[in-house]
């Protein structure tokens, strides 16, 4: 019941679903978060399924009216094919670039945040051996751990969540300008091929190509010896007239 996503806000079982709330988020212009919530549902929609249809048309609530949000300007009215001008294609921009935060919740009991911070840790990219030297308190341990693991997986379908410990906050400047990423293999470290090595290589492989080739030739030499002793028997069955019935 966690969500939107990564806002840390309760879902509808606790009253404060934006769709239907208009102060979930302290906003002063509602419909302006309405529809950035409509065009990111799009957004996901248009890149995991193709276009969206919204089939709630005759709602009384005018979050889940079609028409209503397409008088005020919040939905598409064509939503099998977005205008650049809508925004739809713009609308998740900042989440595909990875341009926010991944913090830990103030608040939470601290067998989540140790639960999360455990979770982050068992990556093998991210090295927690001396975090208790660099980060004081817990709460600021999961802030690196957890904004590590995020931005190192968030392409992967990683979420900043953590069992309800972490959440995503735009805070402008605070995410890093240069992200982590898993160490890639430069050309330095790549291992280089030896000449003996090499050599070998190919030694084995054309060792390997005379075996194949005497097998081949075997085969071919055992067939044609059988198909010349099946061709010997016929012959020599047909020198033999058949024995025929005689009449007494």
Same mark, same amino acid.
């Given at each position: 019941?966690?969500?939107?996503?990564?806002?840390?806000?309760?879902?509808?079982?606790?009253?404060?679903?934006?769709?239907?709330?208009?102060?979930?988020?302290?906003?002063?212009?509602?419909?302006?978060?309405?529809?950035?919530?409509?065009?990111?549902?799009?957004?996901?929609?248009?890149?995991?399924?193709?276009?969206?249809?919204?089939?709630?048309?005759?709602?009384?609530?005018?979050?889940?009216?079609?028409?209503?949000?397409?008088?005020?300007?919040?939905?598409?009215?064509?939503?099998?094919?977005?205008?650049?001008?809508?925004?739809?294609?713009?609308?998740?921009?900042?989440?595909?670039?990875?341009?926010?935060?991944?913090?830990?919740?103030?608040?939470?009991?601290?067998?989540?945040?140790?639960?999360?911070?455990?979770?982050?840790?068992?990556?093998?990219?991210?090295?927690?051996?001396?975090?208790?030297?660099?980060?004081?308190?817990?709460?600021?341990?999961?802030?690196?751990?957890?904004?590590?693991?995020?931005?190192?997986?968030?392409?992967?379908?990683?979420?900043?969540?953590?069992?309800?410990?972490?959440?995503?906050?735009?805070?402008? $400047?605070?995410?890093?300008?240069? !992200?982590?990423? @898993?160490? %890639? &293999?430069?050309? #330095?470290? +790549?291992?280089?091929?030896?000449?003996?090595?090499?050599?070998?290589?190919?030694?084995?492989?054309?060792?390997?190509?005379?075996? $194949?080739?005497?097998?081949?030739? !075997?085969?071919? @030499?055992? %067939? &044609?010896?059988? #198909?010349? +002793?099946?061709?010997?028997?016929?012959?020599?069955?047909?020198?033999?007239?058949?024995?025929?019935?005689?009449?007494?």
């Amino acid at each position: 019941i966690q969500g939107p996503f990564g806002t840390g806000m309760s879902g509808p079982s606790f009253g404060k679903c934006p769709v239907t709330s208009n102060s979930s988020f302290g906003q002063n212009d509602d419909a302006e978060v309405t529809k950035a919530l409509t065009l990111k549902k799009l957004n996901g929609f248009a890149v995991g399924h193709g276009w969206y249809f919204w089939n709630f048309k005759t709602e009384f609530a005018s979050k889940w009216s079609f028409l209503d949000l397409w008088r005020d300007g919040i939905f598409p009215k064509n939503v099998s094919d977005y205008h650049e001008s809508e925004g739809v294609d713009a609308a998740c921009r900042k989440e595909d670039r990875g341009e926010f935060v991944c913090r830990a919740k103030r608040g939470v009991h601290e067998f989540e945040l140790k639960s999360g911070l455990a979770f982050a840790c068992n990556f093998p990219e991210i090295d927690c051996s001396d975090i208790k030297k660099r980060f004081l308190t817990l709460e600021e341990q999961c802030d690196w751990a957890f904004n590590e693991y995020w931005h190192l997986n968030r392409e992967n379908g990683a979420t900043c969540d953590f069992g309800g410990a972490g959440h995503l906050l735009n805070v402008p $400047g605070a995410a890093p300008t240069v !992200l982590p990423g @898993v160490p %890639a &293999a430069t050309p #330095a470290a +790549v291992k280089k091929v030896q000449p003996g090595h090499l050599l070998v290589s190919v030694a084995k492989w054309s060792f390997a190509a005379i075996l $194949g080739f005497i097998a081949l030739a !075997l085969v071919v @030499v055992g %067939a &044609a010896i059988f #198909a010349v +002793v099946r061709w010997r028997h016929n012959r020599i069955r047909r020198q033999y007239s058949p024995i025929r019935d005689r009449g007494v």
